[in-house]
């Protein structure tokens, strides 16, 4: 998986649907090798919504 930071514009599916927007916030999750990123919220241009990065396909960082 990508790892995004706060401030990257991003494109990735999500249940079966593109998504686009650019990346408020993230937080971590922990796995038994340690913390990784657990998802990230994005901006959709005045609305937001979180995301959980197990459910995120084809994850790419756009030009800003």
């Known amino acids: 998986m990508l790892n ?3 401030g990257d514009v991003v494109q990735f599916r999500y249940h079966d649907k ?3 927007g650019t990346v408020e ?3 971590p999750a922990y796995r038994k090798s340690g913390f990784r990123s657990g998802g990230f919220c ?3 241009g005045g609305s ?3 995301y959980s990065n197990s459910k995120v396909q084809y994850l790419s960082k ?3």
Do not use: F, I, M, N
Request: charged share 40%.
């Open 25 to 27: 916030r993230t937080w």
């Open 48 to 50: 937001y919504k979180s």
């Open 4 to 6: 995004v930071r706060e």
């Open 18 to 20: 593109v998504r686009k």
């Open 62 to 64: 756009l030009a800003s």
């Open 42 to 44: 994005l901006d959709h």
